[in-house]
């Protein structure tokens, strides 16, 4: 791993550079309409160990495979009714389907689980990328395992330079917080990771759906997580993290007082309660859930860049794209959430 990292605007040539590279086996970070991937043909096994060198992830999480047409399906995975019916409602999107694996998928893409997880992301480039390339592509995020994902190609340059050969830059990532995780293998659609697809969303198409109820809680010591992901450290800034629930004037007045007993602390608002902190150091989370979820991932690297050392945090609603919200930022706080 000492690679001359290049940063490229997704032009025709750069994609083509970018299918020579996977089909050698090397990686490539890319544009989805979520946060960055890390990608790899997902039929390179050796390919596939290469991501997790390059992130220092844990060979137990398994990778989402990235496909561009449903044609690509046949030998990745069984396909069940309820999922045609969500794949037709909601890909290309950020929604990932775990259904049964076939042979052809390599164990380490699954982390040796029977299922795999497929999903067909609608950003742009990503499509361009993968049709142009016409391999299934196993992609996590693109940030060093612990860190919170990328939604720049600042951001992955930050954690990648020197250990890949191409990021290709797509601007900003809309969403700003990983596609929903779905296990499709159960009898009812259960949701393992919340995104900006939503419970309501799924039981609406699939005729039911719950929500792992790991989702908002740490494992218990000795519990199995459902995903293995869910197990890992995740999202932590370097600063530690405190999340305020309550009433809104309890929040704020909790907040202030803890803030002014701080140092070098930031508090973390929406947009409407800025002004009721004053001239304190506070970050902007925007003015409803989508925006921040679209900002949360940015606004921890950049309290890590400002060598921030306490991060206190308003709770944001459950509902919608809220829950995948609180989901990331429960992680990043290590569950230390308080009632005020
Ligand atoms: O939006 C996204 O999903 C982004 C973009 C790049 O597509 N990818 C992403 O990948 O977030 P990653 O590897 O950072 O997160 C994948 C999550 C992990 O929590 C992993 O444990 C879970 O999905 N997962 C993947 N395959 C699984 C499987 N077969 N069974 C259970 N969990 C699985
Ligand atoms: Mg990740």
Known sequence: MNYDTRVLAPDGEALQLAARLFREGELVAFPTETVYGLGANALDAEAVLRIFQAKGRPADNPLIVHIWSEDQ?????????????????????????????????????????????????????????????????????????????????????EDMNGRIPLILDGGACEVGVESTVLDMTGDIPTVLRPGAITPEMIAKVAGDARVADSVMRPLREGEAAP????????????????????????????????YDESENAVILASTGN?????????????????????????????????????????????????????????RAAGFDIEEV
Request: proline letters at 9%; charged letters at 20%; hydrophobic letters at 45%.
């Open 73 to 157: 399906l046949g030998p990745l995975c069984e396909v069940t009714e309820a999922a045609r019916r969500l794949m037709a409602a909601y890909w290309p999107g950020p929604l990932t389907l775990l259904l049964p694996k076939k042979a052809a998928v390599p164990d380490a893409v699954t982390a040796g689980l029977t299922s795999v997880g497929v999903r067909m992301p609608s950003h742009p480039v990503a499509r361009e990328m993968l049709r142009v390339c016409g391999l299934p592509i196993a992609a996590p995020s693109a940030n060093l395992s612990t860190r919170p994902s990328p939604t720049t190609a600042a951001h992955v340059y």
């Open 227 to 258: 995903s293995p992901g869910m197990k890992h450290k995740h999202y932590a800034p370097k600063g530690r993290l405190t999340i305020l629930k309550g009433k809104r004037e309890n929040v704020v007045r909790e907040i202030i007082r803890r």
């Open 274 to 330: 800025l002004p009721a902190y004053g001239d304190r150091r506070v970050m902007d989370m925007g003015p409803d859930l989508s925006a921040a979820a679209h900002s949360l991932f940015a606004l921890l690297r950049q309290a890590d860049d400002e060598g921030v050392a306490r991060l206190y945090a308003e709770a944001v609603s459950d509902d919608g794209v809220g829950l995948a919200v609180m989901n990331r930022m429960a």
